[in-house]
């Protein structure tokens, strides 16, 4: 089975690189250092079986020019920028395994979450700029969080928090009762969940329901001083409401991993001094990175073998 790996960070890993070529000794990489899209990534994509894919967006379009693709392996957990109608319509396997980068992601919400709590980004710059000014901020345990989206990553953001004494609360479109007894957390609508957290974390897939979804309705409707976290995706934020919440003291600060476009060039959050920036990050921990990997070439071996059994079969 020929491989071709699209993801940079892939390729760049010397570990999941050495363990791809020993299960697929032809694997080639993108060494390029760039993003491959347009005819460059049709033609990185010729004539193989199987594809690792990050950040690429695998469509119908993609998928006719491919004809030889049997196979698409997620390198990541989002699914949003591979059409999965049309993997099915033409019998292409995804290999995913959701969650894996769950626990780097929490480690990421909850080190920003006490870095704005405790106003350790303003004292930073104030010592910077020979200011000494003791700022009182506020413990974990006297605050409401609250997680909208209670996937494998939102879980695991809820009980980090509930580690820390925060009291807990979720939406989802989606119920966990047995979890939500397990983790002592609540769950709420949406309006409440908004109206009562003192800091708001995201989790949730970018579907046409949670596209917007934080917008000037959503922001209106948070509690005065409360904090927004985003490590999902870039476009269920408005950037625009989500400013104009910010310069108006509506809401206290933000952290955002995760832009819409990415690099957010000239986007005016980049000069507010109440928004912590990282370059799409979050679930990008040495472990995190190796659990990824190894899962993408778990998705290619479990098809490998499926295809061997069909074989012995017909």
Known sequence: ??????????????????????????ARFNDSGHQLQGPELLAFLSGVDGAIVGLERIDDALLD??????????????????????????????G??????????????LARTIELLRHLHTSDAEVRQGRF?????????????????????GKTVARVFRSFG????????????????DAGVTTVDLDTLLESADVVSLHVPLTPRTRGLMAGAAFARMKPGALLI???????????ALEDALT??????????????EPPTGSPLLANPNVRLSAHLA????????????????????????????????
Not at 67 to 75: G, I, N, Q, T
Not at 230 to 240: K, L, P, S
Not at 293 to 301: E, F, H, Q, S, V
């Open 1 to 26: 089975m020929t491989i071709a790996v699209c993801s940079r960070s892939f390729s760049a890993h010397p570990v999941l690189r050495a363990e791809l070529l020993a299960a697929f000794p032809s």
């Open 133 to 153: 000014t003791l700022r009182v901020g506020r413990s974990l345990a006297s605050c409401t969080i609250g997680i909208i989206g209670c996937g494998h990553v």
């Open 65 to 94: 020019a491919c004809p030889s693709l049997r196979v698409v392996a997620k390198f990541g957990v989002g699914l949003d920028r591979i059409d999965l109608t049309a993997l099915d319509r033409r019998g292409v396997r995804i």
């Open 248 to 261: 108006s003291g509506r809401l206290a600060g933000a952290a955002l991993d995760v832009f819409d476009p």
């Open 283 to 314: 679930g990008s921990s040495d472990a995190s990175t190796l659990a990824m990997g190894r899962a993408a070439i778990a998705g290619l071996t479990r098809h490998q073998a499926a295809g061997a059994l069909l074989e012995l079969v017909t």
């Open 166 to 181: 925060a009291a807990v609360i979720t939406h989802d479109i989606r119920q966990y009762p047995d979890f939500y007894v």
């Open 230 to 240: 985003n490590t999902a995706r870039g476009e269920v934020v408005d950037a625009a």
């Open 96 to 109: 995913w395994t959701p969650g894996v980068n769950a626990p780097a992601v929490a480690e990421v919400v």
